[in-house]
């Protein structure tokens, strides 16, 4: 960048905040006990608000910054009625939005056409506005925990148009099944700490990406979990632990991690978990499991030998 339109920037930035030579497109406001947003400047690709004490977002403040790449917004005291209608319309090329622990009490609407990242954990939503992720093609990943998401707010009409979501985060809501309208496109699902008892039958049958799952925390018993439903021929990672499991679940040949522990399942046995229909050799089919988690049961030690014998690959077995 040119010493003169470099010193231009510097001289442009807010005074309440920092703008530092060797980052010319970011704009410091972090830590500086705001109350409200400054002027950004149009250089700014990068900003850090996080926080501050910021109520409002005023479209004033990013009228002539529609080069906005990445703005963070974490632990401030922003509230759904303080987003002013137009503000976010005003960041046409932002990618990264972080709103985290703050008090919204909905996802805010409309959004940034090109949006990857959205993170809203930690806020008081418990609403997802109809309509709200339409167009949101780019966007990747989805945080919603800790908010007060109910069964209602989270549908597959609320979902509509998260055509490219590969992780969503709904942990530590208030949901008591599992979220329908997910896309094809989804690879990782966290849902710990709700109060879901049975997952559908056919539930991951449209999503065939999925490599990784998280349910501890939930109600979920072995009744309310179907023989083949974790059939996905590409995941690795299952996390079922805090629980009230009897049994251990049928996995597919692909898993490498299974938490179980902290349920009711008094024994374990090879011959009733091992996949069906495995070659026991070293080909594409054999059995992948590597780690496998069952303490806070009422298992009782040693490790059955047909265990193993399925499992060849198992390196770490908790009990």
């Keep these: 960048m040119p010493h003169a339109q470099l010193m231009a920037q510097l001289q442009a930035c807010p005074k309440e905040c920092e703008c530092r030579p060797s980052f010319p497109n970011a704009v410091y406001c972090q830590n500086k006990g705001l109350k409200r947003v400054p002027i950004i400047p149009p250089f700014t690709w990068y900003l850090y608000l996080q926080s ?3 109520e409002t977002l005023p479209a004033e403040s990013f009228r002539n910054a529609s080069e906005l790449r990445w703005v963070n917004l974490n632990r401030n005291r922003m509230t759904s009625e303080g987003i002013e209608e137009g503000a976010l319309q005003g960041m046409p090329n932002l990618v990264h939005l972080y709103l985290e622990d703050n008090q919204l009490t909905s996802v805010p609407s ?20 109809a309509g709200v992720f339409s167009g949101m093609d780019s966007l990747t990943l989805l945080d919603l925990q800790g908010n007060k998401l109910q069964d209602e707010a989270v549908t597959e009409m609320n979902l509509k148009g998260l055509t490219s979501l590969v992780q969503i985060n709904l942990a530590k809501n208030q949901l008591g099944t599992m979220p329908l309208g997910l896309p094809p496109t989804m690879a990782q699902i966290y849902l710990d700490s709700n109060n879901i008892e049975k997952i559908p039958a056919d539930y991951f049958k449209g999503m065939p990406k999925v490599t990784f799952l998280r ?6 018993g072995s009744d309310g979990i179907p023989k083949n ?22 996995i597919p040949t692909s898993l490498e991690q299974l938490h179980l522990d ?20 070293d080909d594409d089919n054999s059995p992948r499991l590597r780690y496998l988690r069952l303490d806070g049961n009422e298992i009782q030690p040693p490790i059955p030998h047909d265990l193993m014998g399925c499992f060849k690959l198992l390196r770490a077995v908790v009990i």
């Design 110 to 129: 409309p959004l940034p056409p090109k949006l990857e990242h959205l993170l809203l954990s930690k806020n008081r939503i418990s609403k997802i506005p």
């Design 229 to 250: 439903v974790f059939n996905v021929s590409g995941m690795l990672d299952l996390q079922l632990s805090y629980n009230e499991l009897t049994e251990v679940p049928t």
């Design 262 to 281: 902290h349920n009711k399942i008094k024994s374990v046995s090879g011959s009733e978990i091992c996949p069906a229909s495995v070659v026991f050799s």
């Design 215 to 220: 349910l501890n925390n939930n109600k979920l």
């Design 52 to 54: 501050n004490d910021i």
